[in-house]
């Protein structure tokens, strides 16, 4: 296995997360706001989840937002966003994904549908 692949395959599962915590929160917060398949211009976000996502446009922003930012992260392996020292969301945006990551990680947990790759990530 190459190095490479294995930043990949992290990266991955990280933005396969991330879809699927905003995912959860918007269908159960935002159930009334109207809500589209999720196509952002960086990520074919669709085949990566397995999945077609269906989000708000304020979550398909914070999506996209998440989703630029973990793919950019200088670090390798990438520390959990509450111990890194760049803190590179921005402050809005963090604010947001703090709320999103509480909200479904209960959700998850609830449902025995999560891991400790919970905690690594954030
Ligand atoms: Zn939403």
Redesign the pocket.
């Known amino acids: 296995m190459t190095e490479f692949s294995l930043i990949d395959k992290t990266l991955d599962r990280d933005l396969r997360l991330l879809a699927d915590f905003i995912d959860i ?2 269908s159960h ?2 159930a009334d ?1 109207p ?1 589209a398949p999720v196509d952002i211009k960086t990520h074919d976000v669709t085949a990566l989840v397995g999945k077609e996502v269906c ?2 446009d ?2 398909k922003k914070l999506l996209t937002h998440a989703f630029v930012k973990r793919s950019t992260c200088p670090f390798n392996p990438k520390p959990a966003c509450k111990h890194c020292t760049e803190h590179c969301y921005h402050p809005t945006y963090r604010e947001q994904i703090k709320e999103v990551m509480k909200y479904s990680g209960k959700k998850l947990v609830l449902s025995g549908r999560i891991d400790y790759l919970f905690k690594l990530l954030f």
């Open positions: 929160y918007c917060k935002h706001v809500r989000l708000c304020e979550c």
